[in-house]
Nanobody, 114 residues
């Protein structure tokens, strides 16, 4: 059974940094594109960063230059380094495989205070 477990969220002041982690179970991870999504209250879930199995990355315009996605296939883990955080980054963050969505994890809450 595939499980996605996100961690690393918390409360941070604007301008601060956080590093999120997502540990995956299942054989899909190493050959799948992975992504970080977020959902703010009242908003739809959006994809903010993606990384292919080969390490190519893409970002939403809203986080480009501030967020960095990376992965360790041996650990079945994907990371999101978030710098220069803004209050509008406040959301629950989730990871998943954009091209073959799995059951969503619980996510990790990021709160950025102004």
């Amino acid at each position: 059974q595939v499980q996605l477990v996100e961690s690393g969220g918390g409360l941070v002041q604007a301008g601060g940094s956080l590093r999120l982690s997502c540990a995956a179970s299942g054989s899909f991870f190493s050959f799948s594109k992975m992504g970080w999504y977020r959902q703010a209250p009242g908003n739809q879930r959006e994809l903010v960063a993606g990384i292919t199995s080969g390490g190519s990355t893409n970002y939403a315009d809203s986080v480009k230059g501030r967020f960095t996605i990376s992965r360790e296939n041996a650990k079945k883990t994907v990371y999101l380094q978030m710098n220069s955080l803004k209050p509008e980054d406040t959301a629950v963050y989730y990871c998943n495989a954009p091209n073959q969505l799995k059951a969503w994890g619980k996510g990790t809450l990021v709160t950025v205070s102004s």
